[in-house]
């Protein structure tokens, strides 16, 4: 079983810069979230993706966005970086969505340390 | 909304002590509750969960939680620390009114176990 990898593991970036973190979910699920952990912080939602499309996102601005492709993968963009995103991000994976997997853990992969200067 | 609160910063505790690790939740309606850890520079683990049933859930890494619907708390426990435990603990509660499986998380508890 393969579990949830992210990549780059390390990013610096100047503010007013894009970038683009990449996850490959857990063999079989087909639902990933975003989350962001600032330091000292715990994870923040930022958004869910379900069979390639958004279906639920926290409290981010729409400079914050993503996609899902049909493996399941999944990209999270963040344009017009700024200081404040600097973070930690991590990518879950979960199977189903909905009241069917409100028993079920989410996976984490080991996230990407953003460092926005 | 749904809230988890993590009253304590950081937990000291001497190995081979037993250890608490205390959260209190505020969710409208049954609470659907998670304990994850985490280690330098990792992503989350998952430990345990409580759906419904057994007030007490056993976990991996011999962790328990104990839930507690009048106090709405679930705390982490272990009868025995080891050095090895020390890590970050996340409480976490599901949203049930969104219809997507996010989790909010607590702000989390350091735990710090010394030989």
């Known amino acids: 079983e393969t579990g949830v990898t992210q990549s780059p593991t390390h990013l610096i970036k100047t503010r007013g810069q894009q970038v683009t973190l990449r996850c490959s979910s857990q063999?079989?699920?087909?639902?990933v979230s975003w989350y962001q952990q600032a330091l000292g912080q715990g994870p923040q939602f930022i958004f869910q993706?379900?069979?390639?499309?958004?279906?639920g996102r926290g409290n981010f601005p729409p400079r914050f966005s993503g996609l899902q492709f049909p493996n399941y993968s999944s990209e999270l963009n963040v344009n017009a970086l700024e200081l404040d995103d600097s973070a930690l991000y991590l990518c879950?994976?979960?199977?189903?969505?909905?009241?069917?997997?409100?028993?079920?853990?989410?996976?984490f992969g080991n996230g990407t340390r953003l460092t926005v200067t | 909304a749904q809230s988890v609160a993590q009253p304590e910063d950081q937990v000291n505790v001497a190995e081979g002590n037993p250890l608490t690790v205390k959260c209190t939740y505020s969710?409208?309606?049954?609470?659907?509750l998670f304990w994850y850890v985490q280690y330098p520079n990792r992503g989350l683990q998952f430990l345990l969960k409580?759906?419904?049933?057994?007030?007490l859930v056993k976990g991996s890494y011999g962790f328990e939680a104990e839930f507690n619907k009048s106090q709405t708390s679930f705390h982490l426990k272990k009868p025995s620390a080891l050095v090895s435990d020390s890590a970050l603990y996340f409480c976490?509660?599901?949203?049930?009114?969104?219809?997507?499986?996010?989790?909010?998380f607590g702000k989390g508890t350091m735990l710090l176990v010394s030989p």
């Open positions: 879950a994976s979960s199977l189903g969505t909905g009241s069917s997997s409100y028993n079920s853990p989410l996976h």
């Open positions: 063999s079989g699920h087909n639902t």
């Open positions: 993706y379900y069979r390639e499309e958004e279906n």
């Open positions: 409580y759906i419904t049933g057994d007030n």
């Open positions: 969710v409208s309606g049954n609470p659907y």
């Open positions: 976490a509660v599901r949203d049930m009114n969104s219809g997507y499986s996010t989790l909010t």
